[in-house]
């Protein structure tokens, strides 16, 4: 039956039409934007898990400067663990010079106070920002340790909980008291010194070793967080980001569609016209 009041035809082509309208501007704000998912109507499951993963993202990148801070607090304290421990072996050997009989005591205490006194400024100045892992007191807040934070953990949906390296103070100033060393007068002091020097090597080489072991582990995670920061980064992208490729090839094939589409329309809109004919 034809009418002129409905037009069953052009109903269809104008859904039709709408149809392919909505889907090419989806496909034309993909390709503007450059993702599938940019808004929570777009597909509000994967756009709210793609935001919890940003948002921890911008938590590594947090967690990366803080390292690399730390990483630089620790490598001056342990370059000045390693000087002194290089200081140390030298008054050593002076130590040894000094059981001779025949050594020239004064020169050689003179040199041992030297010593002392560079021993004394690397302590002192082997800081970074304010932080010196070499004396009791770390930060002048009589802080034993430095915390460095190294990892956002989550674990299902809970919030994530910040995880921290804890890196103690070598503490030379209380247990390598340079200014303790027996002073060298003759081959008996010299001896003395000796055994001090030796105990006081034990001590920074134990110092820089455990400063040294601690640098390497929060090395070892800031690489760690760089990899996570971008597997993660790229797992979001995959989530939401448009096929470039696949949204070009469905633009064109919607524009054509579109161009059948308005061509539909028109030609079911002239259908009435030909009712016309019939009462001729």
Avoid at 121 to 146: M, P, R, Y
Wanted: hydrophobic letters at 45%; a negative charge.
């Amino acid at each position: 039956m034809s009418s002129i009041n409905t037009n069953n035809g052009a109903m269809v082509a104008l859904q039709t039409l709408r149809s392919i309208n909505r889907d090419l501007t989806a496909t034309q704000s993909a390709i503007s934007t450059g993702k599938d998912i940019n808004t929570a109507k777009d597909n509000s499951a994967i756009w709210a898990i793609s935001k919890v993963m940003e948002s921890d993202v911008a938590g590594f990148e947090a967690v990366q400067d803080s390292l690399a801070v730390g990483e630089s607090t620790v490598a001056v304290a342990s370059a000045g663990a390693e000087q002194i421990v290089e200081t140390l072996k030298e008054m050593k050997a002076l130590s040894v010079a000094g059981q001779s009989e025949t050594a020239d005591f004064a020169k050689i205490d003179a040199d041992m106070q030297e010593k002392i006194a560079q021993i004394t400024a690397i302590t002192e100045g082997s800081q970074f920002n304010g932080v010196n892992l070499l004396k009791a007191d770390i930060d002048g807040n009589a802080s034993t340790s430095l915390t460095v934070v190294s990892s956002l953990d989550r674990v299902g949906s809970g919030a994530p909980t910040v995880t921290t390296i804890d890196v103690a103070t070598a503490d030379f100033t209380t247990n390598l008291d340079a200014s303790t060393i027996t002073p060298i007068t003759d081959s008996v002091t010299a001896a003395t010194a000796f055994s001090d020097i030796e105990s006081f090597l034990i001590v920074a080489i134990d110092g820089a070793a455990a400063l040294g072991a601690s640098a390497q582990r929060i090395s070892d995670q800031g690489e760690f967080m760089s990899k996570l920061s971008d597997a993660v980064t790229s797992g979001i992208g995959s989530l939401v980001d448009a096929d470039m490729e696949a949204a070009s090839a469905k633009l064109q094939a919607l524009q054509t569609q579109q161009q059948l589409g308005v061509q539909s329309l028109s030609i079911a809109n002239q259908a009435p016209q030909t009712i016309l004919s019939l009462f001729r």
